[in-house]
């Protein structure tokens, strides 16, 4: 029975990555694949090819995402593109639908963005219980004077944004503000944190590297 379950779960350690990756590879390359659809029917390529080639919408979606990526590049492009946000910012719902999906959009894929800049470690979501979490900016204006005002915090004390991913998916999650003395930078990388996070803590980065955690400098 003991050879049993050992054969059993190095079975299952084998075998469950390998069907989740390619089902999520078979998901997204059907998806991408449902891109197709937008053409004329004289131009899909199961009519001029006269079968189906599973993947040529990955590389139809990928030609569509370079040419836009491209021609809003340039000048004229350039243009095209804040004519485009100027009217869907003029029609209301839409408004501020798009607009938080676009300061969300910018802040991932800009090259200047800076989301998730570091691994941290705070106490959530009581003190006492640790969480690893990724600093994501600094709360201002408005929002860091209310902060000041409670009872306890210094004129000049300093916060920062942290997100709290839940685990094994770590899309979703919690937004705190918390001091930031009370932050710990770990040393390990932002993707060192999140396979840590998605392995529920059975993948431990660094090893005896990260058990000595520095003091937060953002």
């Not at 003991?2 to 999520?24: M, Q, S």
């Not at 998806?31 to 899909?44: A, F, N, R």
């Amino acid at each position: 029975m003991t050879a049993f379950r050992k054969w059993l779960f190095a079975g299952l350690l084998v075998l469950v990555p390998l069907i989740i990756t390619l089902w999520v590879l078979d998901w997204v390359v059907t998806t991408l694949d449902s891109t197709l659809q937008v053409l004329p029917w004289d131009w899909h390529p199961d009519v001029l090819l006269g079968m189906h080639i599973p993947g040529l919408g990955v590389v139809f979606a990928l030609v569509v995402v370079l040419s836009i990526g491209a021609l809003a590049s340039n000048i004229i492009g350039n243009r095209l593109v804040s004519w485009w946000h100027s009217l869907l910012h003029r029609i209301p719902v839409v408004r501020s639908i798009y607009s938080g999906v676009k300061q969300i959009s910018d802040t991932l894929f800009s090259e200047k963005g800076n989301a998730f800049r570091k691994a941290l470690l705070v106490q959530w979501p009581h003190p006492g219980m640790w969480s690893i979490g990724f600093l994501t900016g600094a709360p201002d204006g408005g929002v860091l004077h209310h902060l000041r005002q409670r009872p306890g915090i210094e004129a000049d004390e300093e916060f920062v944004s942290v997100f709290v991913p839940t685990t094994p998916n770590p899309t979703g999650g919690y937004f705190v503000m918390v001091r930031r003395r009370d932050c710990v930078e770990l040393a390990m990388s932002v993707d060192e944190a999140l396979t840590y996070i998605v392995s529920m803590g059975v993948i431990a980065p660094g090893g005896a590297r990260n058990a000595a955690p520095r003091p937060h400098t953002p």
